[in-house]
């Protein structure tokens, strides 16, 4: 019996085997998905390997990424081929692929654009493309993919407006296009997309307001437009809409008010962030009912007033409130609001820094969650009391800013005591005492800022066990004793270390050798005396050395001639954070008449500002190491001639870089005048310089030239 049903088997493992390693050969459908799959293949490069069973010895159905719908009909229902490090383009035959429901291809490198024979899926659901490198514009005729229900194309480099015809897409419930540079208004018919449930357009170029007809989407939940140039007022229709759970309309130019009844009409609100705009008005009361906010952001308005208490708000995370015009100005205590916050079990982060707030500092905060991370109060002046006690039940705190406060008391023990901590900043305060010696205990630490307090007592060398260390000011204090050298072998101290305006005495330590990374060293207006160490030649990257007001005997290192960037204040009357080295200014910045020993003049001054008006310009430092064998940042400009508008500085903050973008575009030969008043004012021959009132004088006339021209 076995015997007969063994051919019988044979036959059946034979078809079934020819079946799945041989691709179907027919005219059909599914030779048709093969072949666009193959062509799709041939368009992307692959370093992975991703796409090595895309071929002969495996059907198509079984190829990596793919899923086809059964195995009668064969077709390709899902590619998904994210995270493959893929480059290379979309190849148009995607389009051929007309049973494709699910097309994902993000995080990878693809670049090209989005084909337009995409609109030929009319089965696509789902398009997912972000995080590529993918340009031109959105296809208007992704509005024939009318089952499509999630459209998303973030961090790529789209531009262009949005197309109209998207908004016939009725079933689409994910709209994300933020981090392109996509431009225009806003289409305001996405308020017929009765189905939209998720708007996120942070990142772009958007103009005008944002359309109320969006508030009137029954599902919608989220709405993300920070970071694009909105203007006018933001529609109040959003804070009537109960399914809302997110609003972000961060930096934008947006005006309006918090309604009083926030917290009621909104019951589902999660995060609110209108940071960076020109609302203005008070905070709510109510928006304690607001029971599962955990994002509260209003940063960089005009809110005035108290902040009511939020003693509801348990799910809370971080609050945000810094740079308004909060507070009663010294009337009232205002920082009841912090005791309220005790009970919010996720609470991570609290800012209200540069407001109006007064009153003593609650010691309730130490209370707060073990997940509180950050706390900020800078530049409230009318903040008194001490720094609270327990702040050791925090394990987690990373942060505490009290820049520009008025604390009083001392530094407490419990700041060593802190196993996450990163960066104090209590400086210009009334803090008294002496630092904590364990205050290194703390090893986490990145940057302490302790200058501008009346400190007394020794340096503690356990600040030398942080060996992530980067920052260091004690400036401005009563400290005295001498310099640990253990601070002095921190590898990480990478940018300020600032001792001066102490009574510190005795030598610098020969450790200072081992700041092989410092760029600024500030001992200045101290009693230290003996020799400048010669180890001081090995801190190569050192830009700004100030020894002055000191008692230093000998001469000044030679050593010191091997640093290419450094500013060498004056040291001591007693020395020979006579010898030619003690030059005046910072090497690139300083009139070369200075090396020669010449004495500080105007027109060495005039020299200085010219190299900064082309630095601020043209965004290169003249330190810069494309500049040797004899070019220099003079040389540079002066070569620009008329290009000079193609060479101005990208590297600035949006504002900035968006405004002489503008200027750039409005009147090009302002940059070229511009150029050329700091080349004039740079001339290495100093009777040839420009002088500063003839450079005052044309700039003003570039400004008043653009002005004209703006208006």
Not at 438 to 454: M, P
Not at 683 to 709: C, H, P, Q, Y
Request: aromatic letters at 6%.
């Amino acid at each position: 019996m076995a015997t007969s049903t063994l051919p019988i088997l044979l036959l059946i493992l034979l078809v079934v085997s020819q079946k799945h390693m041989q691709p179907a050969t027919g005219a059909g459908g599914n030779e048709t998905d093969r072949l666009s799959l193959l062509q799709l293949k041939s368009t992307l490069v692959d370093p992975l390997g991703a796409l090595s069973s895309w071929n002969q010895s495996l059907h198509f159905c079984q190829w990596q990424g793919v899923t086809c719908n059964n195995e009668e009909e064969e077709r390709v229902t899902q590619l998904d081929l994210k995270l493959r490090q893929l480059s290379g383009s979309i190849s148009p035959h995607i389009g051929n692929l007309t049973f494709l429901t699910h097309l994902i291809l993000n995080n990878n490198s693809i670049s090209g654009e989005i084909p337009s024979e995409i609109g030929r899926l009319q089965r696509l659901q789902v398009l997912v493309l972000f995080q590529n490198s993918i340009s031109g514009s959105i296809p208007p005729n992704l509005s024939a993919c009318s089952n499509l229900t999630r459209l998303g194309v973030a961090f790529n480099s789209l531009a262009g407006e949005v197309p109209l015809q998207l908004c016939n897409l009725i079933n689409l419930q994910l709209l994300s296009i933020p981090f392109n540079n996509l431009s225009g208004n806003f289409p305001s018919c996405f308020g017929n997309a009765s189905s939209l449930q998720t708007i996120s357009a942070a990142r772009n170029e958007f103009v005008g307001g944002i359309p109320e007809s969006l508030a009137r989407l029954r599902d919608l939940g989220l709405i993300s437009f920070g970071a694009n140039r909105f203007s006018g007022s933001f529609p109040l229709q959003f804070f009537n809409s109960s399914s809302i759970h997110t609003i972000s309309i961060i930096e934008n130019q947006l005006t309006g008010t918090l309604p009083p009844d926030i917290g009621f009409t909104l019951p589902n609100l999660v995060h609110l962030n209108v940071a960076y705009n020109n609302f203005s008005g008070r905070i709510p009361g109510s928006i304690s009912n607001a029971t599962n906010l955990q994002a509260f952001e209003l940063g960089h308005n005009y809110f005035h007033g108290g902040v009511p208490s939020l003693s509801k708000l348990n799910r809370i995370q971080f609050l945000g409130l810094m740079n308004n015009s909060l507070g009663s100005g010294g009337v009232e205590d205002d920082l009841l609001f912090l005791h309220s916050l005790t009970n919010s079990t996720l609470l991570q982060g609290i800012n209200i820094g540069l407001n109006n707030f007064s009153g003593e500092l609650p010691h309730s905060i130490s209370n707060y969650s073990a997940t509180f991370v950050r706390l900020s109060l800078r530049f409230n002046p009318m903040i008194t009391g001490t720094i609270p006690a327990g702040l050791d039940r925090l394990v987690n705190l990373e942060q505490l800013d009290f820049l520009g406060n008025s604390l009083s008391g001392n530094l407490l023990v419990e700041l060593g005591m802190l196993p996450n901590f990163m960066t104090l900043q209590v400086q210009n305060n009334s803090l008294s005492g002496s630092i904590p010696s364990n205050i290194g205990n703390s090893t986490t630490l990145l940057g302490v800022w302790l200058q501008g307090n009346q400190l007394e007592g020794e340096i503690p060398a356990s600040f030398g066990k942080c060996k992530d260390m980067e920052i260091l000011y004690l400036a401005d204090n009563n400290l005295s004793g001498e310099i640990p050298p253990e601070i002095l072998n921190l590898p990480d101290l990478s940018r300020v270390l600032d001792l001066s305006r102490n009574r510190l005495s005795g030598r610098i330590p020969e450790e200072v050798g081992s700041l092989v990374n410092l760029g600024r060293l500030d001992l200045s207006n101290n009693v230290l005396s003996g020799s400048i160490p010669l180890s001081i030649g090995r801190c190569v990257r050192l830009e700004n050395l100030n020894l002055m007001g000191n008692l230093f005997q000998g001469s000044i290192p030679s050593s010191l001639r091997t640093l290419k960037e450094v500013e060498l204040n004056a040291l001591a009357n007693h020395t020979t954070n006579s010898s030619s080295i003690a030059v005046r200014g910072t090497v690139g910045y300083s009139a070369p008449e200075y090396g020669m020993g010449s004495e500080v003049s105007t027109n060495g001054d005039v020299y200085s500002y010219g190299i900064l008006l082309l630095e601020m310009f043209t965004g290169r430092r003249p330190t810069d190491e494309t500049f040797r064998d004899g070019l220099n940042l003079h040389n540079f400009a002066a070569a620009l001639g008329d290009n000079a508008a193609d060479y101005i500085d990208p590297r600035q903050d949006d504002n900035s870089s968006r405004s002489r973008t503008n200027e750039k575009q409005v009147f090009p030969e302002a940059v070229v005048s511009i150029i050329q008043v700091g080349v004039e004012c740079s001339n290495e021959i100093a009777r040839e310089r420009m002088g500063i009132s003839d450079a005052v004088t044309k700039l003003t006339a570039v400004r008043d030239k653009i002005v004209k021209r703006r208006n």
